[in-house]
C-alpha cells in the first residue's frame, strides 16, 4: 500500500515571510497523481494544488507552488507571501490510477502578524 | 461544499447504539468514500464506492458498513458505536478515474459516542 508522510506536525511563518511544507511518498507506480489539501478550522478541505507525476513542470497556483522530485519521492508545498488566512491544517495526499487516495497525519500551519 | 452534503453535521450517541451517517452528491460522481479524521493519523479510508450496489473495504472498515442504493446516496452505519469511533467523518466523492480530479470533500460530521 501506498504511505504519504509528513514529517512536520507544525510550522510558523511570519506574514509575507515564505514557508515549505515536506511531504514524501512510497509507491510503486509510475503514474499517479499528488494534491496539497488546506483544512481551515471550519473543517472544510480545499484543494489547494495539484501534480501530475508524468509532468516534469512544477504546479504553480497563485501563491502556492509545488516542488516535485519524483525520483526522491518528494512533494514539498511552497507558500509565499504569507497571509493570515493561510492558518490551517495542511494535508498531502497521493491518487492512485485506481482512483484511491492516500493522506498524510498533516502540517499544522500557524502564520503570526 | 456545493454540490456535497453531508448530515448530521454534528451527533452525540450512546455506546452501543446504531448511527448512520449520510452523503448526497448532486454531481452524478462515480465514486464515493467515507473517511474518518482523527488526531496523529490524517484522514483514513472506511469504505468507498465505485457505482451503485458496488462497494469495498478501505483500511479502517471494522465496525462499519456502507449502503449505495442510488448514485448521489453514500450512507455509513455504525452497527452499534463505540468510543473509539469518536470522531471527524468525510464523505467525498471524485470522478472517474484517469482523470487528474482530486476530491470534493463535505463539510464533515462530528460524532460523539459517550
Known amino acids: 500500500a501506498q504511505t504519504v508522510t509528513q514529517s512536520q506536525p507544525e510550522m510558523s511563518v511570519q506574514e509575507a515571510e515564505t514557508v515549505t511544507l515536506s511531504c514524501t511518498y512510497d509507491t510503486s507506480e509510475s503514474d499517479y497523481y499528488l494534491f496539497w489539501y488546506k483544512q481551515p478550522p471550519s473543517r472544510q478541505m480545499i484543494l489547494v494544488i495539484r501534480?501530475?507525476?508524468?509532468?516534469?513542470q512544477n504546479a504553480t497556483e497563485n501563491r502556492f507552488s509545488v516542488n516535485f522530485q519524483k525520483a526522491a519521492k518528494s512533494f514539498s508545498l511552497k507558500i509565499s507571501d504569507s497571509q493570515l488566512g493561510d492558518a490551517a491544517m495542511y494535508f498531502c495526499?497521493?491518487?492512485?490510477?485506481?482512483?484511491?487516495?492516500?493522506f498524510g497525519t498533516g502540517t499544522s500551519l500557524t502564520v503570526i502578524p | 461544499d456545493a454540490g456535497i452534503t453531508q448530515s448530521p453535521r454534528h451527533k452525540v450517541t450512546e455506546t452501543g447504539t446504531p448511527v448512520t451517517l449520510r452523503c448526497h452528491q448532486t454531481?452524478?460522481?462515480?465514486?464515493m468514500y467515507w473517511y474518518r479524521q482523527d488526531p496523529g493519523h490524517g484522514l483514513r479510508l472506511i469504505h468507498y464506492?465505485?457505482?451503485?450496489?458496488?462497494?469495498d473495504k478501505g483500511e479502517v472498515s471494522d465496525g462499519y458498513s456502507v449502503s449505495r442504493s442510488k448514485t448521489e446516496d453514500f450512507l455509513l452505519t455504525l452497527e452499534s458505536a463505540t468510543s473509539s469511533q469518536t470522531s471527524v467523518y468525510f464523505c467525498?466523492?471524485?470522478?472517474?478515474?484517469?482523470?487528474?480530479?482530486?476530491?470534493?470533500f463535505g463539510s464533515g460530521t462530528r460524532l460523539t459516542v459517550v
Open positions: 467525498a466523492i471524485s470522478d472517474a478515474g484517469g482523470s487528474p480530479g482530486g476530491y470534493t
Open positions: 501534480q501530475e507525476a508524468y509532468k516534469q
Open positions: 495526499a497521493y491518487r492512485t490510477t485506481g482512483n484511491q487516495f492516500y
Open positions: 464506492s465505485y457505482g451503485v450496489k458496488d462497494t
Open positions: 454531481e452524478n460522481h462515480r465514486y
